[in-house]
């Protein structure tokens, strides 16, 4: 019984930007921040996505299957196999967010248990421009919030790191990041140092989500990244090829960018 | 303790215990890493002549009894996948090619074109059109294929056959006179699931193959009739997840074993399986060799 598909029906759909939504399912999934589902939109493919809340995904729309999705109305429904991965580790009384674009999803829905804990959360947020902003004000609830955007027209002007200036990392316990890849790369190679204490969430190409297909494992230690992570620490991603290469669903090498 | 290495469808093996095809095969590193966790060999994810992304998802369907997959036979195609055997040498195991293709030609063509420690044939994945155990049901296309790769390679070269067959010991004896150095038996038995909530079938290819626990009773009797058939080694795969597991497949006449499914509960059970036979072995004061093909025997 366990093992069929769940049945999520939905009971919002909340369009943040033009292209980015927010999917509210009728129940918690009761996940730990970090964790992601494989969302199966019937008829067309089963695609990850990590929670934004403990009852919702965040959805940015780039092919058929994130389409597909942001197109569907309350009372619709999609199977679902999860909450699947590790999740993030909570450690230390004091924590520093780091996100870019629809990966500040699941920073959010971490930040809010973080606090709920009584833990000093701040936030580094970044977007394209002002009209892709999405959660602002769940950041702002938690805490100090550095705004950027590449193009200026809200917060600082530039990408994430562009806001690392004000940020000494020695001033937190934990470091997460959930953003795009050559922005995490970055931000832990320049943190060499405490990479041991930045923990990541990654993207690779899911198949099997069960960890035996081998299709998003990270050279070179052959971790597998649907279970063993999706969050990474820093000090093992440095050492692996993330930010250098990924493969694409025929277990291609490409580049990561 | 007892011995367990030996020679496996002409590979020397510290164990018989090997990694399937298809199974954390994609990457060289994945494929290290469970050499390092003690496999006796490694097989690869199975290779064709061009990329294939795949079928869509869902892929994989889990059961209590085992997992249904359909992935498509996705790969880089051998232009791209050199790199990743050479990384998996780092294992210091032999690495076995998996290779699929749509005729004895294609075939040849990619069994030449990568250096690997041995090859097997799939002709036997239920769920890509046009290859698998589309021709490899019919006898003739078996032997064809085996022979056009025997004359391309030098290393051994092994079948994988399929159990959705009325009779798998022709298929065997076609394998063998193609030349082949072993049978691997067996792949997925043809399977589906259907999602109650909504009607539509789970996997994105609608059929597909099961593997796990629940075919481990199929496997094992066609291990049982192959061994009684041919004179070449057979090589059992399917449901084995644990030591008492791959001894019944060596107690039917199994010269090495593989394991796929049962790695979903982690890499540790490779030492778990290889220890426990072991361990059996000398509780029992027996050899790999006292029990091969015992139950034919006896039975
Ligand atoms: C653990 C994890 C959590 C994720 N969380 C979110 C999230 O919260 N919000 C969000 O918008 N996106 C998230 N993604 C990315 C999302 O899964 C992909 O954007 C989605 O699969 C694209 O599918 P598509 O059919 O719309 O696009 P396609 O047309 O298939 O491809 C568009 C792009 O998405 C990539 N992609 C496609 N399928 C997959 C897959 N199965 N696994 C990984 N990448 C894929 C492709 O390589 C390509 O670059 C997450 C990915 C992972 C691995
Ligand atoms: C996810 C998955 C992918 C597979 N891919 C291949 C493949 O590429 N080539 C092949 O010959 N067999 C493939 N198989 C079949 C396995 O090698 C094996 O024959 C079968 O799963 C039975 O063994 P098991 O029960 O130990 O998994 C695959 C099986 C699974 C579950
Ligand atoms: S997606 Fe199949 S092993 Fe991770």
């Not at chain 1, 790191?161 to 316990?173: H, K, T, V």
Request: hydrophobic share 40%; glycine share 14%; charged share 20%.
């Amino acid at each position: 019984m366990r093992f069929r598909p769940a049945n999520l029906v939905i009971k919002d759909v909340i369009r943040e930007t033009a292209s980015v939504s927010t999917i509210r399912f009728d129940r918690s999934l009761d996940p730990t921040p970090g964790q992601y589902i494989m969302v199966w939109v019937r008829g067309v493919d089963e695609i990850p996505m990590s929670f934004s809340a403990p009852d919702s995904i965040t959805v940015h729309a780039v092919g058929d299957a994130t389409r597909a999705l942001c197109a569907l109305r309350p009372g619709e429904s999609v199977g679902s196999r999860g909450p699947l991965g590790n999740g993030f580790r909570l450690i230390g009384e004091n924590i520093l967010l780091i996100g870019g674009g629809v990966g500040v999803a699941p920073l959010a829905f971490l930040g809010e248990d973080a606090k709920a804990r009584g833990i000093d959360v701040t936030s580094l947020i970044g977007f394209r421009c002002r009209e892709d902003i999405i959660f602002l004000d769940r950041f702002r609830r938690l805490g100090d919030v550095i705004l950027t955007t590449d193009d200026g027209s809200a917060g600082i002007k530039g990408r994430a790191s562009a806001g690392l200036s004000e940020i000494d990392p020695e001033d937190y316990n934990q470091i997460y990041l959930c953003g795009p890849e050559m922005m995490m790369i970055d931000i832990i190679r320049r943190w060499r140092e405490d990479a041991s204490r930045i923990q990541a969430s990654i993207n690779r190409y899911f198949k099997c989500a069960v960890g035996i297909c081998g299709s998003c494992c990270l050279d070179p230690e052959g971790i597998r990244v649907c279970v063993e992570g999706p969050v990474i620490t820093g000090d093992r991603l440095l050492e692996s090829e993330f930010g250098r290469y990924r493969r694409g669903p025929s277990g291609m090498r490409e580049s990561c960018y | 303790m007892s011995s367990l290495s030996g020679d496996v469808g002409g590979l020397r093996l510290k164990n018989p215990l090997m990694l399937a095809a298809g199974i954390l095969g994609t990457t060289g590193a994945s494929m290290r890493r469970v050499a390092l966790a003690g496999a006796g060999a490694v097989v690869t994810k199975s290779i064709g002549a061009e990329p294939r992304d795949g079928h869509h998802g869902p892929t994989v369907v889990r059961l209590g009894v085992g997992l249904i997959n359909a992935m498509g036979l996705p790969n880089p195609s051998y232009r791209a996948f050199q790199e990743e055997i050479d990384t998996a040498r780092g294992g210091g195991v032999p690495v076995v090619a998996s290779i699929f293709g749509s005729s004895p030609e294609e075939f040849a063509e990619v069994a030449s074109a990568l250096d690997a420690d041995g090859f097997e044939l799939n002709l036997s994945c239920p769920h890509a059109k046009g290859y698998g155990m589309e021709i490899g049901c019919d006898p003739g296309n078996v032997e064809e294929i085996t022979r056009a790769v025997k004359r391309a390679v030098s290393v051994p070269v092994w079948v994988k056959l399929t159990p959705n067959v009325t009779d798998i010991r022709v298929l065997g004896l076609a394998a063998q006179r193609g030349g082949a150095d072993a049978v691997v038996a067996i792949n997925t038995l043809k399977a589906m699931a259907i999602d109650v909530e909504s009607g539509y079938p789970i996997l994105g290819n609608v059929i597909g193959g099961l593997s796990g626990p629940a075919i481990k009773p199929v496997a094992l009797r066609c291990v049982y009739e192959l061994s009684g058939a041919l004179e070449i080694p057979v090589i059992g795969v399917g449901g084995v997840s644990c030591w008492q597991d791959a001894v019944e497949m060596i107690m039917a006449g199994a010269a090495g074993v593989q394991i796929g499914t049962a790695l979903m509960g982690g890499l540790e059970v490779i030492g778990d399986i290889t220890n426990g036979i072991s361990r059996f072995l000398e509780r029992k004061g027996w050899s790999l060799e006292d029990i091969r093909g015992i139950a034919r025997r006896l039975g």
